[in-house]
């Protein structure tokens, strides 16, 4: 099956990544980047939006991403999206 999820994003470190290991022994890193949008709406006045995609990383990536303190950064994979339940309520995280 062809895959259909492939994604670049380029963005700002929000701050420094945070690293871990987990009880596998494999290093996981989270980050968040900022990643912006101007356009011009419809009376031509210039608006920005801002949105802010968490990451994790795994495995080798994740000592790259160690490496990195609030540079811009170019991310290659897939989008996943995960929730949590709390008192029968799902919420996305």
């Known amino acids: 099956m062809l895959d259909l999820n492939p994604t670049t994003i380029v ?3 929000v701050r420094d990544p945070e690293a871990r ?6 290093a996981v890193n989270s980050f968040c980047l900022a990643v912006n ?3 011009q709406d419809k009376n031509k006045q210039w608006q920005e939006e801002s949105a802010f995609v968490p990451y994790a990383v795994f495995g ?3 000592e790259q991403v160690a ?3 609030k540079y811009t ?3 290659h ?6 929730s949590w339940q709390n008192e029968g309520a799902t919420h996305p995280t």
């Open 73 to 75: 950064v170019r991310v």
């Open 67 to 69: 490496k990195k303190q």
């Open 11 to 13: 963005g700002r470190l």
């Open 77 to 82: 994979g897939r989008l996943r999206t995960e």
């Open 21 to 26: 290991i987990v009880s596998s022994g494999v």
């Open 60 to 62: 080798r990536n994740a």
């Open 37 to 39: 949008h101007h356009y």
